[in-house]
């Protein structure tokens, strides 16, 4: 039996598991012909009492079947104990032990990373648990090609290619970021993060053209486990967690996870600190032979005392060189974050070559503030400026999104070609309500600060309240179709239709802050080619476009401003090197922004054609990123992992005009002074050999070149640094590990971001420690 499903999964492409008590003496029937998967798979168990199960497009799990059947049974010899008898396209990375992924599935299907015609990066489960990244902001920052930007203790913005990430799909379907959401999650829930650079306009509709990140949650495992982690470090950071797979009945047919995690930490800057509890739980079954439906939830509580504003600089633009640990926040700063999402998908295969997945999620985010925070300038002879003011802010955030999406292949011309079809929806709202508050005493040095020096309850202005509403409704249908015009050569072409709609009224009057504005009928392409050099190398050239709304703006015949559209140009070339263990890829990109608005210099403010008598505008500004990426990740050996990726990327404004349509200050200078030039992501982790071989030690760096802010005409630099860290682990025995990671291994003392003088600059972390205790049942 183990012989016989050996090559026939070789053959088909797919992979198929099982216990090993149950193919354990048996042997199969004769197969001759062509059969598909499914038929042939029941030819083989016919008469064993076995039947086979999808999981997936490509993978089947053996399991008893309903009826008991055993006769046949018998087996004339006793084969070797097999659970996986050959490799499946299949995207999960919990188990692989890599730092290399041998799929993606932040395309609707799950693709190759060599078929996917554009750049792509995944940090896998491995690779995040050997360096310890808890957070989206830990991965991202340890991502070929992402900067990520600081705004608070807890607030973070990502850019790729010198554009802001505003989209995370979770398991394939896209959400807003930014307004709210704004919280890295917990990244004990996911089994992948999934960074796609380039726009993402195909599947995601509206956005910015620098890229999208998919998290992909942990599904059921076929099987019991338990792992269970306890962690202390560096700064009172205290960490313990559970996961917990548990298949529901004996067949295997209903089949569960639970993740819990709680986290208690402070920071290397005083007063700060954060305790955050995770919970996530999800159940999947089969209700048929083709059909897996899956439910869960998802939850995270975050309670703080935040740091705002981070630190501010001289009025001249000079550093302060105020200590690592300096607060500048009055110590009854406050913040309370709960998320919660529901989702659930259904899977249904009509046959081998056709299937359906229908997803859906409401996410749902309570937020709480109540702000002591500093902004100023520092004057340099009296060390004064900054004073510190105060706010209260409650913020309620809804989204929901659904997604549909048929893929399938179809045989014409004497080829297989493959196809996907979709739809998707966004619905997102936020409720934000803020006041402002006097402070006694406001006036700050930050060299002398006192966090504690302040009353627990500020005294409200006479004034009144801002409470806004802000929603987003987008729908969008998509699809492309993968047609091989030879063997090796395959065109790839796509579009989406998108409507996106959004308003922000004023609760208290009733009033619009902006005129509700929406964009019909646009259209997104997609192009790309592919080319099999050999069984090894691929090239490929794309063409990706996206769009950005600017319908709240207004010419002067008054009609909205079409929107900016973002062209991403790629060429490049993909392998799987050493029998598919190690990934590597080489691009070139370019992308442009066209049609940004510009003040019309003809038709000075107000302006006739503007409803909110306000300027016009004309789409006329244009900027360009462009630049290479370069990346290897994998197993060098079967105990030498690998993660490496750089980055050039040049950014500019190509055109960019003043209120009188003179060349502005930008023009001919850098769109984003704060992505680097280049960037080099470097981690690796290395079995000891021999009597060596219970210890395993990594190491990394982050290095990246010089980065500027401007403030007014004044400029101020972070110089080039590099950030090194490295582990060590001892495995006790195969259920039993501990791992020891240091960050910023020789205490580089620099910032990680560049505000103002008025703040806004932080601090990159110290050198840190972190020891953590796995076992896993």
Request: net charge neutral.
């Amino acid at each position: 039996m183990a012989t016989a499903l050996t090559g026939f999964a070789a053959d088909s492409g797919v992979s198929v598991s099982a216990p090993p008590e149950l193919v354990k003496g048996l042997v199969s029937q004769d197969l001759q012909g062509s059969y598909t998967v499914q038929v042939g798979l029941s030819r083989l168990l016919q008469g064993t009492g076995l039947e086979a199960a999808a999981r997936g497009s490509k993978h089947y799990v053996l399991r008893k079947s309903p009826e008991g059947a055993t006769s046949g049974a018998a087996a004339e010899t006793t084969l070797p104990q097999v659970t996986v008898m050959a490799a499946a396209l299949d995207a999960t990375s919990e188990g692989s032990r890599s730092y290399g992924a041998s799929a993606a599935s932040i395309g609707k299907s799950t693709q190759a990373l060599r078929e996917i015609p554009q750049s792509i990066s995944v940090v896998t489960r491995q690779r995040l648990d050997d360096q310890n990244l808890r957070t989206l902001d830990d991965a991202l920052l340890n991502a070929p090609g992402i900067t990520v930007e600081q705004s608070s203790s807890y607030e973070r913005t990502f850019y790729s290619r010198g554009f802001a990430v505003d989209t995370v799909q979770y398991d394939g379907v896209p959400t807003q970021r930014g307004n709210g959401f704004a919280v890295s999650p917990d990244l004990a829930v996911y089994d992948r993060v999934e960074v796609l650079r380039g726009p993402a306009g195909l599947f995601n509709g509206a956005g910015q053209p620098g890229g999208t990140v998919n998290l992909v949650r942990k599904r059921p495992l076929e099987t019991r486990q338990l792992t269970a982690q306890v962690s202390a470090g560096t700064w009172d950071n205290y960490r313990a967690g559970v996961d917990l797979s548990l298949p529901l009945n004996d067949a295997g047919t209903v089949r569960s996870r639970f993740v819990a995690a709680q986290e208690d930490k402070k920071f290397f800057y005083d007063v700060a600190e954060s305790k955050r509890s995770v919970f996530y739980g999800i159940v999947e079954a089969d209700i048929g032979p083709r059909t897996t439906l899956g439910a869960g939830i998802s939850y995270e509580k975050n309670d703080m005392t935040p740091f705002y504003g981070g630190l501010p600089r001289y009025s001249n633009g000079k550093d302060l060189g105020l200590p690592r640990s300096t607060y500048l926040n009055a110590a009854w700063s406050s913040t309370e974050i709960e998320s919660t999402t529901l989702f659930a998908d259904l899977n249904h295969r009509f046959n081998d070559d056709w299937k359906l997945k229908i997803s859906i999620s409401r996410m749902h985010e309570d937020n709480s503030d109540l702000s002591g925070s500093n902004f100023g300038t520092v004057n340099p002879a009296t060390n004064l400026g900054p004073t510190l003011s105060s706010f209260r802010q409650k913020l309620d955030g809804k989204q929901t999104a659904i997604d549909a999406t048929l893929q399938g292949s179809f045989a014409a011309y004497g080829r297989k070609h493959d196809v996907i079809v979709g739809v998707n929806y966004q619905q997102r709202e936020y409720d934000l309500y803020s006041q402002l508050y006097t402070v006694a005493n406001p006036n700050v040095n930050p060299f002398t600060f006192n966090p504690y020096n302040y009353a627990v309850a500020p005294t409200q202005v006479a004034r009144a309240a801002t409470n806004t509403l802000n929603k987003l409704d987008q729908t969008g249908m998509y699809g492309s179709l993968r047609f091989a015009l030879s063997d090796p050569l395959k065109l790839i072409v796509g579009a989406r239709v998108s409507q996106w709609e959004t308003s922000t009224r004023n609760q208290i009057t009733g009033a619009f802050n902006t005129q509700p504005y929406k964009e019909s009928g646009n259209v997104t392409p997609y192009a790309a080619l592919t080319y099999d050099i050999d069984p090894v190398w691929t090239v490929y050239g794309s063409y990706t476009e996206i769009f950005r709304s600017q319908a709240n703006q207004f010419t002067a015949a008054g009609e909205r401003l079409d929107p900016a559209t973002g062209d991403n140009y790629e060429a490049g070339i993909k392998g799987t090197l050493l029998d598919g263990r190690l990934n590597a890829s080489l691009a070139v990109f370019r992308t442009l922004e066209s049609n940004r608005s510009q003040t019309d210099p003809n038709n000075p403010t107000p302006c006739a054609g503007s409803p909110t008598n306000g300027a016009c505008f004309i789409a006329e500004g244009k900027v360009r990123s462009q630049g290479l990426d370069a990346e290897l990740n994998g197993a060098l050996s079967s105990n030498w992992q690998l993660a490496a990726g750089y980055t050039y990327n040049q950014t500019r404004y190509l055109r960019d005009s003043t209120a009188t349509g003179a060349p502005s200050a930008n023009q001919n200078q850098p769109l984003s002074t704060f992505t680097p030039r280049h960037i080099v992501r470097l981690w690796s982790n290395h079995q000891l050999p021999n009597e060596l071989s219970a210890w395993s030690a990594g190491i990394g760096v982050n290095l990246q070149s010089k980065t500027y802010k401007t403030s007014g005409t004044l400029r101020f630099e972070q110089a080039a640094y590099a950030v090194w860290s490295t582990r060590l682990a001892y495995k006790f025995n195969k259920n039993l590990t501990a791992a020891l990671n240091i960050n910023n291994l020789f205490d580089k003392n620099y910032y990680r971001t560049l505000g103002s003088t008025t703040g806004g600059n932080w601090y990159g972390e110290p050198r840190n420690a972190m020891l953590t205790l796995q076992a896993t049942y």
